[in-house]
């Protein structure tokens, strides 16, 4: 299951990222959030694997969300926002991708499933971790 956190003050555009995650059946909504404040307060909380933030919002932007979280803590990030002038920024802040507002429906598929797939990786490399030291504490 992939826990998600959607983090935009615009309720239409919550909405419509809840509506696109409906029908995707390994995803799991955990909180929605409205503001800066909310969304720091819900990752430490929750502690999500998927993160979508926009960049304009209330009390804490974006990347003061990802700034105050750290990148150890932070989950996977999609931004989605009405401007691109903060893309560069975004990648270099290592999010996973970028919607820009409008966004289709088929360009949101392609984000989820990149996410998908990283998510899938990065567990892979987890397990083979402990594997490695499960062996390593048997010897």
């Known amino acids: ?14 909405n419509r990222i809840r509506r696109l995650l409906s029908s995707e059946k390994d995803v799991e909504i955990v909180a929605e959030c409205k503001n800066g404040r909310e969304t720091v307060d819900a990752l430490d909380q929750h502690q999500p694997d998927l993160l979508f933030l926009d960049v304009e919002m209330p009390e804490i932007d974006g990347f003061g969300v990802m700034e105050q979280i750290g990148p150890e803590q932070m989950p996977v ?18 999010a996973l991708d970028y919607l820009l507002k409008p966004f289709d ?35």
């Open 77 to 94: 990030v999609i931004f989605v926002t009405a401007y691109d002038q903060y893309a560069v920024h975004a990648f270099e802040t290592h």
């Open 105 to 139: 429906e088929e360009r949101f598929k392609r984000a989820l499933q990149r996410a998908r797939g990283h998510l899938e990786r990065s567990r892979s490399g987890e397990i083979a971790t402990k594997l490695l030291a499960m062996l390593h504490d048997v010897r």
């Open 1 to 14: 299951m992939i826990r998600v956190v959607v983090a935009d003050d615009e309720p239409l555009a919550r």
